[in-house]
């Protein structure tokens, strides 16, 4: 149990006008992996993702974290988000904001650190991906790129105990994918626990311990890399792969 | 936010406790005093035949006399909602008035009489059909035109419609004896017609709950009737009436023929007229001013719980009655509110006019603030607020620091907008007999018969403070601009 960040059981989310997006989805997030989640649009794969932090509240079903059900209404959405960061497609940086109080904010005001050592925190992770010159200037003044890195470092100063990605190069140039890859791919090697939805299969192929693939609402196989990517048992997903690798 | 709130709380409890302190008590009169010799202003005090008559039976039975001005169609409404004891306007006794107020023994008896230009084709009454008729609104000739003759121009006061009879845009105009000779001296080129209208009689009205009050009155009345005090007042007011038109007479046809310059100092200089200007544009500033941070308060209120409404689903009952005021305040004139609250809301509290006024102007403003803040908050990606939630940062937490500011940055040229449209809108306040810059332009006009430079003069000052103001928002958006 103490192994799973995350335990689904069951997770319908139906939307309004009927569309079925997630189909009795039963998974789990592993502490200290590095999971993908990948399949054509449509599948489900983002609505799965942000359902992971109750972005979008599921219709049914039930989601645990570290053993505790978060979809039970009592539970303190708040606090239980604080320790799950999320990446956006488009950054969602806060643009009346400078880079530094963009990443200090949530940490100050919800109470998990002290000013100065939010403060301090933000300085070394501006420094750690060579962006401490930016510290004072708005997110307006950034490249695609590195509005991603921040995004990535400001889920990171809260000490998340899982980092959510939903497609966090899709909405970048092709020449700035790489500079938010290589800085997933050195949070991965140190450890973070990681559930990512992409559209780079190659690097999924290259940095996941396990994958997801899904279509139609459901998981269709999951397992490492190669069994999942490379020699897959399923029609759909030979199909899938055969197109996009 | 909340130091706003306290100070207009601060404010409307330090208004509330300075009306009046005296040990007598006090007897409150409402005219409008534009009607010479009964009842006109010299410089900030109001005088004539009524004030005097009312001045010394408030003497007789011991009360302290405060005089009203304020608009005609309200005297007797105000009496009706105690807001004033009596109302004294020069008011004629009618068979409808009688229904809803009662009226003293009469003290003068009067007569409609009909002004028209020297060389008017008009000669008598029966003429009168097929021409344009001006009168005073509310006024008895009003009433007996509209019943007998036809569907007449009305004007705010005598003098507006004797200068639109001069200037040619009326054919006749038909208003009480007395004052028709006052503004017979002033003017050139005018006649009467050689047969009065009507004959009426003037009293004072007094509302009916209060029979003791009108008990005093006409045992008062009588006793100046029997001692010949009545007489000699209207007399003293009379004479002294048509040696200030001889006055103005003079000043009057220089006016027209010489120029500017004495127009200027007619209008402006002559008795510190400039002083009624720029009292009402203090009065002017001071309830936009207060009204604007009401509504900014309400705006912002309203906005947060119907956004947060639409956007979560939460707050649906708070929601509701937010729609409803929305709904009722932008669907209805604002001077119909101002009065609502005047008469209908605050009817018998006795309650400054000013804070009046900012309540309702505050009010008012608050609806349209609202919408703009809404749309502000709206118009913000929901990615913003996502990435808040989704760092453990609750609702309102978002919203204060992410949504709210951007928002406000966005709709800062539309609520500019909407303080310049409050600034003007403040201009009905002379509705509820407030002497703000257009009423002060307004009585300037009653007093000088001369439109062009009052009203010009109010529209500059208009003018100029609107152009102060977008000024100031555009430095605001160019330094909030900086900050991105």
């Known amino acids: ?24 989805v039963d998974a789990e997030v592993r502490k200290g992996e590095v999971l993908f989640i990948v399949g054509p649009s449509g599948s489900g794969k983002s609505t799965f993702l942000r359902c992971l932090n109750l972005l979008e509240t599921p219709t049914s079903g039930h989601i645990f974290f570290k053993g505790t059900d978060v979809t039970d209404k009592k539970n303190n959405i708040n606090k239980f988000r604080q320790q799950v960061g999320m990446v956006f497609q488009h950054f969602n940086l806060f643009p009346n904001l400078t880079i530094h109080k963009n990443i200090t904010l949530a940490p100050v005001k919800t109470g998990r650190l002290t000013a100065k050592e939010a403060s301090d925190k933000a300085d070394m992770l501006l420094k750690r991906i060579g962006l401490f010159d930016k510290r004072d200037s708005y997110p307006s003044q950034l490249s695609g790129g590195q509005k991603q890195r921040i995004a990535i470092i400001r889920a990171l100063a809260m000490n998340p105990d899982v980092l959510l990605f939903d497609e966090p190069t899709s909405a970048l140039d092709p020449e700035m994918v790489g500079e938010v890859l290589s800085l997933m791919k050195e949070l991965a090697r140190e450890g973070m626990t990681m559930a990512v939805v992409t559209h780079e299969i190659g690097f999924a192929a290259e940095v996941a311990d396990r994958i997801f693939f899904m279509d139609h609402g459901q998981i269709v196989i999951s397992g490492t890399p190669d069994e999942v990517i490379r020699n897959p048992d399923n029609p759909r997903a030979k199909e899938f792969f055969s197109k996009v690798l | 936010m909340k130091r706003f709130s306290c100070f207009i709380f601060l404010l409307s409890a330090l208004l509330l406790c300075s009306c009046g302190k005296s040990d007598k008590p006090k007897l409150t009169m409402v005219t409008e005093a534009t009607f010479p010799p009964y009842e006109f202003r010299t410089g900030d005090k109001v005088d ?99 019943k007998n003759i036809k569907e007449p121009q009305r004007f705010a006061n005598g003098a507006l419609a004797v200068t639109a009879l001069v200037s040619g845009k009326l054919d006749a105009v038909v208003i009480d004896g007395e004052p028709a000779q006052v503004y017979l001296s002033q003017q050139t080129g005018l006649r009467l017609l050689p047969r009065p209208l ?39 007011y009379k004479e002294q009436n048509t040696e200030t038109a001889a006055d103005l007479l003079v000043e009057d046809s220089k006016y027209f023929w010489i120029g500017v310059k004495e127009a200027f100092e007619l209008n402006f200089i002559k008795d510190k007229r400039y002083l009624y200007l720029w009292r009402g544009f203090l009065v002017t ?88 803040f809404r749309a502000g ?5 929901k990615g913003q607020m996502e990435a808040g939630r989704s760092l453990g940062l609750s609702y309102f937490q978002t919203m204060r620091e992410i949504v709210i500011p951007q928002a406000f940055k966005n709709v800062l ?53 609107v152009i102060f103001l977008s000024s100031l928002m555009g430095k605001l958006e160019k330094r909030l601009k900086e900050n991105e």
Not at chain 1, 5 to 24: D, P, T, Y
Not at chain 2, 99 to 118: G, L, M, S
Not at chain 2, 377 to 381: F, Q, V
């Open chain 1, 1 to 24: 149990m103490n192994e799973n960040i995350f335990e689904v059981k069951g997770l319908v989310k139906e939307f309004q006008g009927g569309v079925k997006a997630l189909n009795n």
């Open chain 2, 377 to 381: 908050i709206m118009s913000i990606d």
């Open chain 2, 48 to 146: 004539g035949i009524d004030p005097a008559i009312i001045r010394h039976i408030a003497d007789t039975l011991g009360y302290e006399l405060k005089i009203q001005d304020m608009s005609f169609d309200s005297v007797i409404t105000a009496v009706q909602s105690g807001k004033a004891d009596v109302a004294a306007s020069g008011i004629t006794v009618t068979e409808d008035r009688k229904k809803q107020i009662n009226f003293t023994v009469p003290y003068v008896t009067a007569q409609q009489v009909v002004i028209v230009k020297d060389n008017s084709p008009i000669h008598t009454t029966e003429d009168l059909k097929k021409y344009t008729i001006g009168v005073q609104h509310g006024t008895t000739g009003d009433l007996f035109v509209t």
């Open chain 2, 285 to 372: 500033l001071y309830i936009s001013f207060f009204a604007v941070l009401m509504g900014l308060v309400i705006g912002f209120v309203v906005a947060l719980i119907r956004s947060t409404a639409i956007q979560t689903g939460r707050y649906k009952i708070p929601d509701f009655f937010c729609r409803m005021y929305l709904t009722v305040i932008r669907g209805t004139p604002v001077v119909v509110q101002l009065l609502i609250i005047y008469f209908v809301i605050f009817g018998s509290w006795d309650i400054d006019k000013v804070l009046v006024a900012v309540i309702a102007f505050g009010i008012n403003s608050g609806a349209y603030v609202a919408e703009i």
């Open chain 2, 198 to 236: 009507t004959s009426e009689e003037y009293a004072f009205a007094i509302s009916k709950k209060n029979v003791k009050l009108l008990e005093d009155f006409n045992r008062v009345l009588n006793e100046m009737k029997a001692n010949g005090l009545l007489d000699s007042i209207i007399r003293k």
């Open chain 2, 413 to 465: 040229p539309a609520l500019g907008n909407e303080f310049i449209v409050l600034l003007k809108e403040t201009s009905v306040s002379g509705y509820i007999a407030l002497q703000d810059l257009t009423k002060g332009g307004d009585i300037i006009r009653s007093q000088t018969y001369d439109a062009f430079f009052p009203l010009i003069a109010v529209a500059l000052i208009y003018l100029a403070v």
